[in-house]
Nanobody, 119 residues
Framework: QVQLVESGGGLVQAGGSLRLSCAAS????????MGWYRQAPGKQRELVAV???????NYADSVKGRFTISRENAKNTVYLQMNSLKPEDTAVYYC?????????????WGQGTQVTVSS
């Protein structure tokens, strides 16, 4: 069984920064890609950023230039550095991993961490 555990959310003023972390734990798994999604009240969950095993990254247009996703393979951990935060970044942020475990590829999700940006 693989688990994703997130940390680093909180309350910050507009223009501030936060760093989210997500660590995958378990045994006998291989991660193909890890990413962050977010869901604001009344809205659908949306992709924020993703990083694949080779290091390529992709970002939502709304966060380009402000957010940076990175990964520490040895620790099976992904980070999201969020700078110049805006009130519209307020949402629950979810970690996602596309990984091989139990003889198949599956999507795994973290429990979510709240990010609130005050104006």
């Amino acid at each position: 069984q693989v688990q994703l555990v997130e940390s680093g959310g909180g309350l910050v003023q507009a223009g501030g920064s936060l760093r989210l972390s997500c660590a995958a734990s378990g045994s006998d798994f291989y991660i193909r890609a890890m990413g962050w999604y977010r869901q604001a009240p009344g809205k659908q969950r949306e992709l924020v950023a993703v990083i694949i095993s080779g290091g390529s990254t992709n970002y939502a247009d709304s966060v380009k230039g402000r957010f940076t996703i990175s990964r520490e393979n040895a620790k099976n951990t992904v980070y999201l550095q969020m700078n110049s935060l805006k009130p519209e970044d307020t949402a629950v942020y979810y970690c996602n991993a596309d990984l091989w475990a139990g003889h198949r590829w599956s999507d795994y999700w973290g429990q979510g961490t709240q990010v609130t940006v005050s104006s």
